[in-house]
């Protein structure tokens, strides 16, 4: 257990619609990394932000967006859906900024039929 | 960006050695090497890395050439809960932002 948790674990949903994702980082890490894995592209990299600000920006599609609130838990917005979004989106967490050394949560699978 | 060349896959019997190789022969003397696996459809896991000196820690042992430009994760007594994806990765120790993983070795432990 990493002490990274990710809800929802699986997600179903349809073309042209939206979701969010929720992740918590562990306590104590300010720094939370979002990736994306889908069967062609691998684990791809797609935003961090650190103690609540956007730090770098990754293979991110406008239609995506994230947050971290003042609690430093993060929120990735998938929206107007297509069947190329489906893929497993992990999140991590590290100490401050750095990159090198992150904990990874169990992911959330997201389907769009 | 691709600084790393690993083989796509191994195979292993279980209860020795795996030795996976990485080769980086571009890598900066600023940038470590550092070595994630993950297990089929799990987040990722940090395993072990280093600058230039031989590491070890409770999962694995990690040997750098003295030139660096490549180095072997060594898991001394593979069990079949070793199979996974390596991914063998190079990144500056200071400033950076995410990691970058390539396509990894697959190896698989066979009992």
């Known amino acids: 257990d990493s002490g990274v948790t990710q809800t929802p674990k699986h997600l179903i949903t349809a073309t042209g619609q939206r979701v969010t994702l929720r992740c918590s980082p562990r306590s104590g890490d300010l720094s939370v990394y979002w990736y994306q894995q889908s069967l062609d592209q691998g684990l791809q990299f797609l935003i961090q932000?650190?103690?609540?600000?956007?730090?770098a920006k990754g293979n991110i599609l406008e239609r995506f967006s994230a947050q971290q609130f003042p609690d430093l838990h993060s929120e990735l917005n998938l929206s107007s859906l297509e069947l190329g979004d489906s893929a497993l989106y992990f999140c991590?967490?590290?100490?401050?900024?750095?990159?090198?050394?992150?904990?990874f949560g169990p992911g959330t699978r997201l389907l769009v039929l | 960006d691709a600084k790393t060349t690993q083989p796509p896959s191994m195979d292993c019997a279980e209860g020795r050695a795996a030795n996976l190789p990485c080769n980086h022969s571009?890598?900066?003397?600023?940038?470590?090497v550092y070595w994630y696996r993950q297990i089929h459809s799990q987040g990722p896991q940090y395993i072990i890395h280093?600058?230039?000196n031989n590491e070890t820690n409770e999962m694995a042992s990690l040997i750098i050439t003295e030139d660096r430009k490549s180095s072997t994760l060594i898991l001394p007594h593979a069990t079949l809960r070793d199979t996974a994806v390596y991914y063998c990765i190079v990144i500056i120790q200071t400033g950076a932002n995410n990691l970058f993983f390539g396509t990894g070795t697959r190896l698989t432990v066979i009992p």
């Open positions: 932000y650190y103690n609540g600000e956007e730090r």
């Open positions: 991590a967490s590290s100490v401050e900024g750095q990159a090198q050394t992150q904990y």
């Open positions: 571009t890598i900066s003397g600023n940038e470590y």
């Open positions: 280093g600058l230039k």
